[in-house]
T-cell receptor
Framework: DQQVKQNSPSLSVQEGRISILNCDYT??????FLWYKKYPAEGPTFLIS?????DKNEDGRFTVFLNKSAKHLSLHIVPSQPGDSAVYFC???????????FGDGTTLTVKP | DAGVIQSPRHEVTEMGQEVTLRCKPI?????LFWYRQTMMRGLELLIY????????DSGMPEDRFSAKMPNASFSTLKIQPSEPRDSAVYFC???????????FGDGTRLSIL
């Protein structure tokens, strides 16, 4: 049973446009959500997070939205840049658990 | 600041050999995680430690896999004997506190022939 799902394996957008990456979860105990970015031959790097007490968190061009009733979160990148081309992982955790559960990732390609 | 350091970056070995992957977490981080990434299974957690103590090893595939953390600055993941299906990229990560963002190493690409 996959508790964190990223249903789109890939996404392609034009430079300057908005990129929207989606993530769904099934475990209602999750209360902290994270996005990581991964370039080839490197480890994932933390990008942005959101606590379940919020529905939005913004950091520069990156905004994460959380819809608890739908058990859905999304990452918006505006404007998208070619350097944003990478694999994006959604992850979820619980305050009482030390570990995070990761989705399978979405490969974003931003075309110049 | 030095990040999480993994060695070796690449390992190619023959089936049946023992493989040892190494990890140095970020100083002061209390949590250490071992992950495996494959095309079929994505990024899966194998085991994690808190203050050098294994907390959850439910992701370890089988008895051929073992992990240790003898001190706060070093951890190993061993596979003995190795099999071709163990070929994957293995990541180590550490975090300061429970549930907080993890800092990943650049991984070890393991190929078992």
């Amino acid at each position: 049973d996959q508790q964190v799902k990223q249903n789109s394996p890939s996404l392609s957008v034009q430079e300057g446009r908005i990129s929207i990456l989606n993530c769904d979860y099934t475990n209602s105990m999750f209360d902290y959500f994270l996005w990581y970015k991964k370039y080839p031959a490197e480890g994932p790097t933390f990008l942005i997070s959101i606590s379940s007490i919020k529905d939005k968190n913004e950091d520069g061009r990156f905004t994460v939205f959380l819809n608890k009733s739908a058990k859905h979160l999304s990452l918006h990148i505006v404007p998208s840049q070619p350097g944003d081309s990478a694999v994006y992982f959604c992850a979820a955790s619980n305050a009482n658990a030390g570990k995070s559960t990761f989705g399978d990732g979405t490969t974003l390609t931003v075309k110049p | 600041d030095a990040g999480v350091i993994q060695s070796p970056r690449h390992e190619v070995t023959e089936m049946g050999q023992e493989v040892t992957l190494r990890c140095k977490p970020i100083s002061g981080h209390d949590y250490l995680f071992w992950y495996r990434q494959t095309m079929m299974r994505g990024l899966e957690l194998l085991i994690y430690f808190n203050n050098n103590v294994p907390i959850d090893d439910s992701g370890m595939p089988e008895d051929r896999f073992s992990a240790k953390m003898p001190n706060a600055s070093f951890s190993t993941l061993k596979i003995q004997p190795s099999e071709p299906r163990d070929s994957a990229v293995y990541f180590c990560a550490s975090s300061l506190l429970r549930g907080q963002p993890q800092h990943f190493g650049d991984g070890t690409r393991l190929s078992i022939l």
